[in-house]
């Protein structure tokens, strides 16, 4: 008799977006002429640069001929796109990576959720809270979140992140096993500076801590001493695996292409204290359970590394950065408490009065028609905040800043 | 301390591709003026149809536009090619499926090995042997398969296909939790009737099993008794999940997209009985740890089902499948008993004279300069076997043929 893996079963029923676009959709219902401009989704809106349309077609045509035809790539990805990536994304920074520890993937969700088969279903993981749902969903689904307790998952140490503690996570004074960090932060579009990095690579040395490091909106990053990869760090090549993607750097959530980062360092440890270089075994399972992914989504990602790609791609993430800016600014005339939005495409708005942040959605909803995301969606530390985000057309995105002046 | 995933380490060191590589460079590098045909490795070599490339052009330049620019598309796929599927591919058959059983992937690859997610990792499985090693190295990785005890999995039931029986497994005796089924078979080339694979589904029905089918070699199938579906089989609904891939179908494989049936009927039981659809499940899957295929790659699928697209897709397929016959026919001339290769782009071959089908690989290669695949590579049943694929170039099959008839 095939038995069904109970621990999907506690995975609670409803999506967060899933809640938003019933609620949305009931408003519209309601008020058919409503003008409803979303904030909502971290979806990107503007189109995919010249250069990266260019490589692309170029690559389409070459698979039409059976000279420049491409079947089966390297599950890792194509050597001309993992060497960009060691040139372009670490190299001027002073990282010193190699190709083969570069798995070029189709996007960052996959490979956040895959990168925990790697690990003993118990051991135990820590999250800062607020976080992207997929770092705890992808554990809950293999038992490794334990059980819901008011909330919270048994086995998931939170690591809350509010404006109380300026958005800085404490350090466990307990052990933990896995952590996953992400900054620039989703959602809180808060970033970690490079001494608080230090001291998560510190902790992690020290107590033998595997680090899950989720580097997706680094482009966004405008401020130079914010770090943009884990392995600034001294040490970090050690105990961290770090997460790309092209979906916010260049569009790309349509596309399909990202990066994980596995350095020959890293390693985890057997029952009897044998340690395994973690490279190997992600390897092992790209080549399993991944084919690689699309030639011309590589080709295209190839593209984002040619002086003409880094210049289209740096504007369109100025045109995001200047809505947020227009959003930080209207939002905060308004006195309202505003962070994110100055190295992340995300804005994390603290609702006014204490009113909880689902309240808060519905009354922007019905009273600007603008949708944001009720930070609790989330974790629990997103109680009581929102999200919105940058990646709006620049007519909606004022036109609904406009809104909220005149709800507010 | 973060725990390696101990599992992981009973994987064989060797994959069966890269040993062959090896011997091959190692050929190469003693012979650098031979002219080396590989009829080893299963990738298509014939470029991309007309109506394919001219829908991707048109995908990419939408993709340029705000209008027509494509986001995160739905984790399941777009509809405009689940409904093409549905359509053509099932409904011409008498199989109604409604498109949110449809779930677009990245390839068949990818869904074969993530598919035993939903079940509890102590169910028993079955294969057919030799099969697609993907089937039980995802079920090692997770702890499903046991160790290995004599050259096999202890917790996996094998169902020899050979020569002797015909290529025709035979059903267990005892109860398995879930069966993996290829047909057209990947390595043997085999196929199997209405009434095999009757008695499978009834067997199912009966023992409450699941079966994971494999259909990514279905456009292959040129009699027309042979089922392209396991849903053209009452009942199957309620016990199969199938695999489909335009990989071979359309020479997609470094396009990467495929899809996977999941029928609302479908259910695995939890420890007190209660049924589980696992439709639901595999969407909540999906939607964690997958954020959808490229856009293009599913314009790209949706022209195959166009009149030319189809045309076109037949034609190569047609002249893959005259190779397949050219094989055939030297190889049977010289007297070697040889499968498949008539409803499926693999030829098994038996190894003359009862030589081990390695030491008979390397003769190919030294003597004809021809590359096949040992057979054993893919299950001990495929000992005394080798494979060799139809997917090269006409000049190069024909070549290797005229080789092997000097050689033989």
């Known amino acids: 008799m095939a038995l069904v893996n109970e621990h999907f079963l506690k995975l609670p029923n409803n999506y967060l977006f899933a809640d938003i676009a019933k609620k949305v959709n009931a408003f519209k219902v309601s008020h058919p002429n409503a003008d409803v401009i979303s904030l909502g989704i971290g979806d990107v809106t503007q189109p995919l640069c010249p250069a990266v349309a260019e490589a692309m077609h170029k690559a389409v045509d070459e698979m039409t001929t059976p000279e420049g035809f491409h079947g089966y790539g390297p599950e890792q990805g194509y050597m001309f796109l993992r060497e960009a990536i060691v040139k372009n994304d670490f190299l001027p920074r002073g990282i010193h990576l190699d190709p083969s520890e570069i798995f070029v993937n189709d996007g960052a969700k996959s490979d956040t959720g895959n990168i925990q088969e790697l690990v003993r279903w118990d051991n135990s993981i820590g999250v800062t809270d607020p976080i992207y749902p997929v770092y705890i969903d992808s ?5 490794r979140a334990g059980v ?13 992140c509010t404006a109380e503690n300026g958005f800085v996570p404490q350090i466990p004074d307990r052990r933990v096993d896995i952590i996953y960090l992400c900054y620039p932060n989703n959602p809180t579009g808060t970033v970690i500076s490079k001494e608080e990095l230090r001291k998560w690579v510190n902790y992690a040395l020290k107590n033998d801590t595997l680090i899950f490091y989720d580097a997706a909106y680094e482009a966004y990053i405008q401020d130079p001493d914010i770090p943009h990869s884990i392995y600034e760090i001294k040490g970090a090549k050690k105990v961290a695996i770090e997460f ?7 569009g790309f959530t349509g596309v399909r292409c990202g990066y994980t980062v596995v350095p020959k360092e890293v390693t985890a440890s057997t029952l009897d204290g044998k340690r395994i270089a973690l490279n190997e075994l992600w390897n092992r399972r790209q080549c399993t359970k991944f084919n690689g992914t699309s030639y011309i989504s590589q080709r295209a990602a190839e593209a984002i590394y040619t002086p003409e790609g880094k ?7 100025s045109y995001y950065m200047d809505n947020a800016k227009n959003m930080r600014d209207t939002l905060s005339s308004l006195g309202l408490d505003v962070f994110g939005g100055e190295n ?10 204490g009113e909880d942040c689902w309240r808060f959605f519905e009354q922007m909803l019905y009273n600007a028609h603008v949708v944001c995301t009720p930070g ?9 905040y929102i999200r919105l985000t940058a990646f709006g057309s620049r007519e909606s995105c004022t036109e609904a800043m406009e809104r909220l002046k005149k709800w507010i």
């Open 139 to 143: 554990n809950v689904m293999i038992g």
């Open 148 to 160: 819901v307790e008011n909330g919270k998952w048994s086995n998931v140490t939170y690591l809350p």
């Open 244 to 250: 790309h993607s092209y979906s916010k750097t260049a």
């Open 311 to 317: 210049k289209q791609v740096k504007k369109t993430i």
């Open 344 to 353: 992340a495409p995300y804005i994390w708005l603290k609702v006014p009065n």
């Open 376 to 384: 609790v969606g989330f974790g629990p530390s997103g109680e009581g």
